[in-house]
């Protein structure tokens, strides 16, 4: 059965982005970085990007796409396992929307997967998800106005002046390449707050057989 939801139906369905909203808001509240539209569309077009450079089904491209947009939602609950409970409220607000079980399926079981603390990348949309969504690094995330009462989080994520996620040449390793001003943070603070992220993009990179390779500031670190 062809499912008639897309990409651009969920991304402007008004309760969807009503969840995303209230969720970034919680966020904000606890003093999170940014995790609203900015980021899930990112997170949507860069596991869109994998896929389709990977050559991957355009329906499987979509779904991928519709899981970035929805990955966070679950924030809107709590924090703690938002993973978990974002993947039971996109089942129930695509079940409502009549998609098929088994993109349903593919969609829940990547939200449930992209969380650090349980993630595994069990399929391609799961893999796609955790590495667009972990890579993720910008100044831009950074609530924060106050340089003064800046934390870790915000030193890290505000240091980096340029972030970008790439194949290599023969696509046999995806590339993240960070320029951080280290007058702000050091490499080694980077590591501090997103190794355990990091080494789950090296196992979402072996589920396509590839490489996740990491170069701050021209220098190879991972």
Not at 14 to 38: K, M, N, V, W
Not at 94 to 118: F, K, Q, W, Y
Not at 131 to 137: E, L, R
Request: with cysteine.
């Amino acid at each position: 059965m062809a499912s008639k939801i897309t990409y651009a139906y969920i991304k402007k369905n008004p309760d969807i982005r009503e969840y995303i909203q209230r969720a970034d808001e919680e966020l904000a509240a606890l003093g999170y970085t940014e995790h609203s539209f900015a980021h899930v569309e990112k997170t949507a077009s860069t596991a869109a990007m994998i896929l389709t450079e990977l050559g991957y089904p355009e329906r499987q491209i979509e779904l991928a796409k519709i899981a970035g947009f929805l990955h966070d939602i679950g924030n809107v609950i709590n924090r703690a396992d938002h993973a978990q409970s974002g993947a039971v409220m996109a089942f129930r607000l695509l079940d409502r929307l009549e998609m098929p079980v088994g993109e349903i399926c593919s969609i829940i079981s990547a939200i449930g997967n992209h969380d650090e603390a349980t993630a595994q990348p069990i399929n391609a949309i799961s893999a796609s998800l955790i590495i667009a969504d972990k890579t993720d690094v910008r100044r831009s995330r950074v609530r924060n106005t106050d340089f003064l009462t800046f934390d870790i989080h915000d030193r890290v994520n505000y240091a980096v002046e340029e972030s970008s996620l790439q194949f290599s040449r023969d696509k046999k390793a995806f590339v993240l390449t960070l320029k951080i001003d280290t007058t702000i943070s050091s490499v080694l603070e980077y590591f501090e707050i997103f190794m355990e992220r990091m080494l789950l993009c090296k196992r979402a990179a072996q589920f396509f057989h590839m490489q996740f390779k990491i170069y701050i500031n021209g220098n190879i670190v991972l």
